[in-house]
């Protein structure tokens, strides 16, 4: 039992400064990609493989810059009537720059 409980406690503590130092813009634009079905039929068929996650770090990639992410995710919520409002636009991209882009 004890060893149970410690490896709880070990798993807990082990992943709580990810997760403590993780940036809330982050967080939030990852919760709307997921309600909002991004990533979804629409990248999957457009990614490489089918993978939506090639669609971001492919060598031929669209995106060249932190703006024209801004801009690409603001086309793409358009295209799709995503329910992602305009001040909700700048988490969204925080979170793909933070998972995939990394533009500084």
Same mark, same amino acid.
């Given at each position: 039992m004890w060893s149970r409980n410690f490896l709880l406690l070990?798993?807990?503590v082990g992943s709580g400064p990810a997760?403590? $130092?993780? +940036?809330?813009a982050v967080a939030l634009g990852r919760?709307?990609?997921a309600e909002n079905g991004c990533n979804g039929?629409?990248?999957?068929a457009k990614a490489? $493989?089918? +993978?939506p996650a090639k669609l971001y770090t492919r060598a031929d990639a669209k995106?060249?810059?932190?703006?024209g992410l801004r801009r690409q995710v603001e086309r793409c919520v358009a295209m799709v009537g995503a329910q992602i409002m305009p001040d909700e636009i700048d988490p969204v991209v925080a979170a793909l720059n933070h998972d995939y882009y990394k533009f500084k």
């Open positions: 070990a798993l807990l997760l403590a $130092g993780e +940036d809330d919760k709307l990609m039929a629409c990248h999957q490489p $493989g089918g +993978d995106v060249k810059s932190l703006d």
